[in-house]
Every structure is written in C-alpha cells, then in structure tokens.
C-alpha cells in the first residue's frame, strides 16, 4: 500500500521534434499507522493520505469504471488485475484496434521478468483469467503481440 501511495506515474511523448512528459505523484504527503506483523492490531491514530494534485485531477477528469466483482475474482493475479483494468480502459475510451507487441507489453506491464518468452506464458495465463469473467472481450493472439478489436465495456458508460 505504501509503494502504491508513494509511486510516480510518468507519461512520456517523443516525437515529431518534441518531447513532453508528465511525472505525477500519487500522494505526496501522507501518514499510515500500520504493522504489517499486527494485522489485528487497534487503530492507535488515523491513517491518511493526499492525493498528488496532478493525480487526482486525472482520475476524477478521465474515470474509467471498473468491476469490484472482477477485482475481487482476479486478487491474487497482479499481472490478472493489471491486464483487465488496462483492457477495460481501451475498451471504455474504444481506441479502435490496434495491435501491441510483446516486448512492449512486457514494458509496460512485466519489467521484472527475464525474458519476453516467460512473460508471454505469463501473460496468457493471466488474459485466460480475464477473458472467464470479461466475456465480450475481444483480443487475438497474433504473431509476435496480441491485437486489441473493439469490444463493449464490462461496465456500460453513463
């Protein structure tokens, strides 16, 4: 929890004689009272955090629902969780298709593997736990990535 609350997330753009980018702190400031070794241990203070201002305007501006049943069934797959809240972006914001390779894949979502091979067994694996519960998804495993087509949200826009 606390590597989430005091992680950057950066965005990157090169191109076309520019480069932009954008570093947001998710909660720069925050206090947590927690010991892991006492789970069941009594609130000694309150715990909080603050979301950084960049981050928090992000996600309120562009929200992207998500299914807390989904969530709940793919816990103990990070790569699972990682995978479906990605897809149901592109699906939600419909990009069209598009095609995305597996070394970019493992750069976005599988840096601390070896190699491109065990996170491609890796990542099917976890796309089959995704697809069980995202059944309208539609994604082909093509030579050399995976090719997103445009399917219907899990969760249908307001």
């Known amino acids: 929890m606390e590597r989430l609350f005091r992680a950057t997330i950066s965005f990157d ?14 909660a720069p400031v925050g206090q947590l ?3 892991p070794q006492q789970p ?12 950084g201002e960049h981050f928090s305007g992000a996600i309120t501006a562009h929200p992207v629902p998500l299914d ?16 479906y809240a990605w897809l149901a ?5 419909n990009h069209g298709t598009a095609f995305v390779s597996w070394p970019q894949l493992r750069q976005q979502f ?9 996170f491609k067994r890796r990542t099917k ?11 309208e998804l539609r994604v082909e495993d093509v ?16």
């Open 125 to 135: 694996d976890a796309l089959r736990k995704v697809r069980a519960i995202y059944r």
């Open 13 to 26: 753009y090169v191109g076309e004689g520019q480069t932009r980018w954008l570093d947001m702190q998710v």
């Open 68 to 83: 807390m049943r989904t969530l709940r069934a793919l816990k103990n797959s990070p790569l699972a969780l990682d995978l």
């Open 143 to 158: 030579a050399g990535g995976l090719r997103l087509l445009p399917s219907p949200p899990l969760i249908a826009p307001r």
């Open 40 to 51: 069941e241990q009594a609130v000694l203070c309150g715990s909080w955090v603050e979301l």
């Open 110 to 118: 599988g840096a601390e593997y070896k190699d491109t091979d065990g």
């Open 33 to 35: 009272w927690w010991d």
């Open 89 to 93: 972006y592109r699906s939600f914001r």
